[in-house]
Each structure stands twice: as C-alpha cells, then as structure tokens.
C-alpha cells in the first residue's frame, strides 16, 4: 500500500512536479509569442486543480501554486480568483452542465473565466493575466496531460470566444504530444 505522501504527491496520475512544470513551460511559451502588447507586465498567477466532495458538496484542493512570477500585490488575489474559479464550477456543473467559468462569469461579483471542467469533472483554473490568457493556458494544460481531447477544447474556446487558445496550442503542440504520464 503507497503511503500517504506518495497519494499526496500524485494527482489524476500525475506527480504534483510534473503538472507545474508542464504549467510553468506553457506560460514560459505563452510569454514568447510575438506580440507582447497584451500582457501589461504580468508574468504568471495561480493554478487550482480541484476535486469535488461528493459527501459535502465542498470543493477540496490538491493543488493551488504559483506558476511563474506573481507579483505580491497580485497574489493573494490570484490565488482567491483560480480556487473561486474551480468552485463555482463544482457547484454548478452538475445542474447547468458549464464545461467553463466563462458561462458563469460576472464581473461585479468578481467572477471571471479562465476555469474549465475537465472531461472526468475534475476543475482546473488559472488566475493572473488576462481572463482569456488565463483560460487559453489551462486549456494547453489540460490537453497535455490529456484531462480533455481537441473537440473538448474546441468547444471551450467556442464558448469564450478565446483568441488566445489556437495560437498557444500551436506553440505548444510538442508539449501536448508528449506523454506527461512516463515523465
């Protein structure tokens, strides 16, 4: 029986190491295309991953960490919004079948995109750049470590209408052919 620091270090297959250093080389990637106009200084934000309690209707996180560079008057911020992300979605994915955060975003209410439910339920967000940035990078993610398939991700950008996506795809098609689970 693996002890309970081995559970703790993986996450739907994957050591906890492996899923921020795919994070980490996808927002390096994004940080490389061309036209730096949109990015206003930022360099990074937060990741959430997380799973619903099915006994208590709670989301619980495995995963919330920075991925790249916050700066501190961002980050407890960032950190709020990608976990407020992820819950908004295990509450509601059930009853209205939201596949991302952009279905439910209000920004009076500080509910943003950049949240998606993986094929399996699980919910995974980003939070630090722009609503769209922060989406597109989860998006790539979650297509590396194969959570979802292209047609999920197609409908996904459908829905924010993300102008992001295809272009940080492209840019990481390597990653996203690479087998993250033998790593």
């Given at each position: 029986m693996p002890s309970i620091n081995n559970r703790?270090?993986?996450?739907k297959g994957f050591e906890v190491g492996t899923i921020t250093n795919v994070a980490l080389e996808i927002l390096l990637r994004f940080m490389d295309l061309p036209d730096k106009s949109y990015r206003l200084g930022k360099k990074g934000g937060f990741l959430a991953l997380a799973v619903e309690n099915r006994a208590t209707g709670r989301s619980h996180f495995p995963l919330v960490v920075e991925i790249g560079f916050c700066p501190d008057d961002l980050l407890r911020?960032?950190?709020?919004?990608?976990?407020?992300?992820?819950?908004?979605?295990?509450?509601?994915?059930?009853?209205?079948?939201?596949?991302?955060?952009?279905?439910?975003?209000?920004?009076?209410?500080?509910?943003?995109?950049?949240?998606?439910?993986?094929?399996?339920?699980?919910?995974v967000g980003f939070a630090g750049l722009s609503e769209p940035q922060n989406e597109a990078i989860t998006v790539v993610l979650c297509l590396a470590l194969g959570w979802i398939?292209?047609?999920y991700a197609a409908d996904i950008k459908a829905i924010s209408q993300n102008v992001f996506t295809d272009h940080l795809i492209n840019t990481?098609?390597?990653?996203?052919?690479?087998?993250?689970s033998k790593k």
């Open positions: 703790l270090q993986c996450i911020k960032a950190q709020k919004e990608a976990q407020e992300k992820c819950r908004r979605l295990d509450r509601t994915k059930e009853k209205t079948s939201h596949i991302s955060s952009y279905q439910s975003r209000n920004h009076q209410q500080g509910k943003y995109g950049g949240g998606i439910v993986t094929e399996e339920g699980t919910t398939g292209p047609e990481c098609v390597d990653i996203i052919e690479t087998d993250w």
